[in-house]
């Protein structure tokens, strides 16, 4: 329903919410920031994550002093100073980070099977394309040590673009109850308990963290320099559940850019809910969400 006698439109919400909250949060906001959430890293919000939107930036107007939404997107908007150091925060915030070890652990059987059949190379080059805080690359780096041995050569470079997450998965500090999917026998073989003051937590083994780096890489930007140093082809994708966050033309561009960086017969590997049925062209099914780049 519209706004009445000129008044502006403010977004559903409980009764009891809107009266709690410390922020007005307007309609016109909310289109704001599905504007520029888009714009900075290609994501589509929909009208349900109102909510989620007012409750994350409402911590980023705390932090920077603003008094209204509307001042604190002027500024993130128009004031380059401000934008240089609170747009990566602004996306940090609106950034959603799920992950687990081994989450979608068919495709690791699959991993193991094609790092064992190139393991005359050498120097196999993955890339994890949401990291996130990191177990999703460390999974990959066990997986490599598991199915080459130790001094495999394979090396994992680890890219997010919400920083926060990035400096977590390099620190490699999890809680203990998080490495479940793991199992016992890797977790004595990979990890480092703590004790004392760091009791309940894990650190990532040296030989495992030494197969991972971590860099910012925004799917979206036209300089995927990280990447670019890492390695000129890589042979395996992990690109998991970031996809359903873009509508479909940007879907096509990310996969097309991705096609032009995986060597012919390398692997990308999606999530449970993404498929690549429109780019036949370029990548074939080779398992339930794993595609073999196909052509020269």
């Keep these: 329903m519209g706004a009445r006698d000129g008044a ?28 520029l959430i888009f714009a900075y890293a290609g994501i589509s ?10 409750g994350r930036l ?24 401000f934008a240089a150091v609170e747009r990566q925060q602004f996306v940090n915030a609106l950034t959603t980070n799920l992950t687990a070890f081994f989450r979608e652990a068919h495709h690791f059987p699959i991993l193991a099977e094609y790092l064992r059949a190139h393991a005359a190379r050498g120097d196999l080059r993955l890339w994890c394309a949401a990291a996130s805080t990191g177990e999703e690359p460390y999974s990959l780096a066990m997986t490599a040590i598991e199915t080459l041995g130790p001094g495999t050569g394979v090396r994992i470079l680890a890219t997010d673009i919400d920083t926060q997450v990035l400096a977590h998965g390099e620190r490699g500090i999890y809680r203990v109850d998080a490495l479940g999917p793991c199992g016992a026998e890797r977790v ?22 030494r197969l991972v780096s971590f860099a910012p890489l925004n799917l979206l930007a036209d300089d995927w320099s990280a990447l670019a140093a890492f390695a000129p082809m890589v042979d395996v994708v992990f690109c998991r559940n970031v996809m359903i966050y873009f509508d479909k033309p940007t879907q096509r561009r990310v996969v097309d850019r991705i096609a032009r960086v995986v060597r012919p017969g390398g692997l990308l590997f999606v999530g449970h809910s993404e498929n690549l049925a429109d780019q036949r062209a370029q990548f074939a099914a080779r398992g339930h969400t794993v595609y073999e780049r196909i052509g020269a």
């Design 8 to 35: 502006p439109e403010l977004l559903q919400a409980p009764a009891a919410d809107l009266a709690s909250r410390e922020y007005p949060f307007e309609r016109a906001d909310f289109e704001r920031v599905r504007r």
């Design 45 to 54: 919000l929909n009208d349900g994550k109102h909510n989620m939107v007012y």
């Design 58 to 81: 409402a911590r980023r107007l705390r932090a920077t002093g603003m008094r209204s939404f509307r001042e604190y997107l002027d500024r993130l908007e128009n004031d380059r100073a």
């Design 188 to 209: 004595r073989r990979f990890f480092l308990r703590g004790t004392g003051a760091n009791e309940g937590l894990a650190r990532v083994r040296p030989e495992l963290a």
